[in-house]
């Protein structure tokens, strides 16, 4: 079993939908959850982190479910810019990041 | 402010030759952490450097090592290259404790 799994997508939404993620992660231990875009043939770059009383960006929502050991991330009113590959982390160490990537979820926001 | 600089961009180089990446880290941040990216997979954690030690290593082969420098910068090596070993590697810097991650944009290596 892969430590984080995520449903590969791709997903085709038309502008101004809400779609929601979801991954689950296998090790009970992990401390803390991100949330990581990454654009074709670019870096990751930080969403937003996770926070076990769920928390809002915008037009992002992530809420972690620790006894079922999932994370979700919702996105209200799709943008074409959302387009992307959204990242799905999780840290075991709560000290410095040696990061779990799971492989991420396609977003494909069409006009 | 600069944030996190690898070089070089693009690398090609045949099966059993070495190569060496390198990564300088954002501005403030002391730590730093390589990854390894396969086409459609999501980062890999090769290993950790801070003060200059490996602190943390992924399930990566000793044919991968590195270099923390006492500017902080870093080098990985890869030898013995196979062409699995073709990906984009990423550097991402941080500063001690919980800080998040800068990624830089990547060294895209190709193993031929």
């Known amino acids: 079993r892969k430590e984080v799994e995520q449903d590969p997508g791709p997903f085709n939404v038309p502008e101004g939908a809400t779609v929601a993620f979801n991954c689950t992660y296998s090790?009970?231990?992990?401390?803390?959850f991100f949330w990581y875009r990454q654009d074709c043939r670019k870096e990751p770059k930080l969403l937003m982190s996770?926070?076990?009383s769920g928390n809002e960006d915008g037009r992002f929502t992530a809420q972690l479910n620790r006894a079922s050991q999932y994370i979700s991330l919702l996105i209200r009113d799709s943008k074409l810019s959302d387009s992307a590959t959204y990242l799905c982390?999780?840290?075991?160490?709560?000290?410095?990041?040696?990061?779990?990537f799971g492989s991420g979820t396609r977003l494909q926001v069409q006009p | 402010d600069a944030g996190v600089t690898q070089s070089p961009t693009h690398l090609i180089k045949t099966r059993g030759q070495q190569v060496t990446l390198r990564c300088s880290p954002k501005?403030?941040?002391?730590?730093v952490s390589w990854y390894q990216q396969a086409l459609g997979q999501g980062p890999q954690f090769i290993f950790q450097?801070?003060?200059?030690?490996?602190?943390q290593r992924g399930n990566f082969p000793d044919r991968f090592s590195g270099h923390q420098f006492p500017n902080y910068s870093s080098e990985l090596n890869v030898n013995a290259l196979l062409l699995g070993d073709s990906a984009l590697y990423l550097c991402?810097?941080?500063?001690?404790?919980?800080?998040?991650?800068?990624f830089g944009n990547g060294t895209r290596l190709t193993v031929t």
């Open positions: 991402a810097s941080s500063f001690t404790g919980d800080s998040p991650l800068h």
């Open positions: 090790n009970s231990a992990s401390q803390s």
């Open positions: 996770v926070y076990s």
């Open positions: 982390v999780v840290n075991i160490d709560t000290g410095r990041r040696a990061l779990t």
């Open positions: 501005s403030g941040h002391d730590t």
């Open positions: 450097y801070y003060e200059e030690e490996e602190r």
